[in-house]
């Protein structure tokens, strides 16, 4: 089930809306958890059993920790996250490392593929940052295992993020009461959202499917193929961002931001700043931090840098791609920081917004290549191999309809720097009525095509 489909909007939702209102409240996070468990089951039942072993491996290992001191205490640690951990890597890079081994005659017999099941890496980081953060004594241990289960399993964030940390639900996960205002302003995003998605994020979707699928393009064509995956890629994350922000608020819980307009940016240092926040501020306190950050000279945090950063790039996806991406980006935040350490001249805007763009695009062609064969092909036609100028195909496929979600989307990403304030407030932050027309036209739309996963379940 996804959030974009008859069967949660007309069905899902309501009921579970309507049962969580009459349960008296101290039954209400047992209603969220209920739901939650039947939301993903209606996807794969069988993969339920590995995420409620790992929730409940989590909050039985928190205790531990609390309960314990010295060498017990760390030893209690890494048992909270290294079960977790070894579960996301058994899943989601064995299947990697088997077809690595086997391009290489190394002679591992037949491997038959471990299926990956969705939000499994949300689930797990969501688990390792509460274990990491009750050793560090930051948050307290829950002792109500429906509330930490709560927590970990509820449906708004569950399968797509954003990474949820427990300290940032810990207070209302305990008392909370219901909000009008709250409720509507959860309702509001939802609505956008579902909008940003199903209309424009979705609309380009066939745009880019017919570039990654020519045998030998252009330069156009890729630069068109990337541009419009550009926005496809911002609206289907942030639009599945703001519904799981406006699902939470409908519940009286508040989810992380996770995007700030990032495609404004002026350098690759502040786009990380505003793109998946949740994912980077996570990667910073619970990986570069961990491994020395910037306490060990400059070298040493150039390197932290590059494998925080290869890591997350990998966290993406078990394929070799991802990690060229995460080290592309690495190796740009370490130029930045050269730059700025060696005292150069600042780059005026402008030409500093267009430069970070375009690393950003260049990232996102890597990002989107099923695998090194299609990275090559897409960067050779970059570079001009096969021409310059659009080909027929491509032609064929930018339909006035694909044209002017490209306009539209542009508008919507440079809508904060309108100098029409009312222009600006309307498409930046649509108010309800706005939102409720946009959600109309989405699932009158929506009806009229196949529903198209949200890009971040596979990761």
């Not at 989601?92 to 890496?121: C, D, F, M, Q, R």
Request: glycine share 8%; aromatic share 16%.
């Amino acid at each position: 089930m996804v959030f974009v489909s008859d069967s949660f909007v007309f069905l899902f939702l309501p009921l579970f809306l309507l049962i969580y209102a009459i349960v008296p409240a101290r039954c209400r996070n047992a209603t969220i958890l209920v739901f939650s468990l039947i939301f993903y089951g209606w996807w794969r039942f069988d993969f339920l059993p590995l995420l409620i072993v790992i929730a409940c491996w989590s909050w039985a290992t928190g205790l531990w920790i609390v309960r314990s001191d010295g060498r017990e205490r760390r030893i209690a640690l890494l048992a909270a996250i290294g079960a977790p951990l070894a579960s996301l890597i058994w899943f989601k890079y064995a299947n990697l490392l088997a077809e690595t081994l086997l391009a290489l005659g190394a002679p591992i017999g037949s491997w038959t593929a471990v299926p990956l099941p969705i939000g499994l890496s949300f689930f797990v980081f969501g688990a390792i940052s509460y274990s990491v953060d009750v050793f560090r004594k930051t948050v307290a241990a829950e002792p109500n295992l429906v509330n930490y289960a709560t927590y970990q399993a509820m449906f708004g964030h569950l399968v797509a993020g954003p990474v949820v940390r427990y300290q940032s639900v810990a207070e209302r996960l305990t008392s909370r009461s219901f909000n009008l205002s709250e409720f509507t302003e959860g309702w509001r995003r939802f609505m956008l959202g579902f909008a940003l998605k199903v209309l424009l994020g979705d609309t380009l979707a066939p745009l880019v499917d017919a570039g990654y699928a020519l045998p030998n393009p252009g330069a156009a064509d890729v630069a068109l193929t990337v541009a419009a995956y550009t926005l496809h890629l911002y609206f289907d994350f942030a639009g599945y961002s703001s519904m799981a922000i406006g699902l939470g608020l409908m519940v009286g819980l508040k989810f992380p931001e996770n995007f700030d307009n990032p495609y404004l940016s002026k350098s690759i240092t502040e786009f990380w700043r505003r793109w998946h926040i949740s994912l980077s501020s996570w990667l910073r306190d619970y990986l570069y931090i961990p491994l020395g950050g910037n306490r060990a000279g400059k070298v040493r945090s150039y390197f932290n840098l590059l494998v925080t950063m290869a890591l997350g790039g990998l966290w993406h996806g078990a394929n070799w791609t991802f990690l060229v991406w995460g080290l592309w980006h690495g190796l740009g935040l370490i130029a930045a920081r050269l730059w700025s350490a060696a005292g150069a001249p600042a780059i005026p805007a402008p030409i500093s917004h267009i430069l970070t763009m375009m690393f950003v695009m260049i990232g996102w062609l890597l990002f989107r290549a099923q695998d090194w064969q299609v990275a090559q092909t897409m960067m050779s036609g970059l570079l001009g191999f096969n021409g310059l100028s659009l080909s027929s195909p491509m032609r064929a496929a930018v339909r006035p309809t694909e044209l002017l979600t490209l306009c539209i989307g542009l508008l919507v990403v440079y809508a904060p720097l309108l100098a029409s304030y009312r222009v600006q407030g309307y498409i930046a932050r649509p108010p309800f009525e706005l939102a409720l027309l946009l959600w109309l036209c989405a699932l009158w739309t929506m009806q009229s095509r196949t529903v198209i996963p949200f890009l971040y379940f596979q990761f």
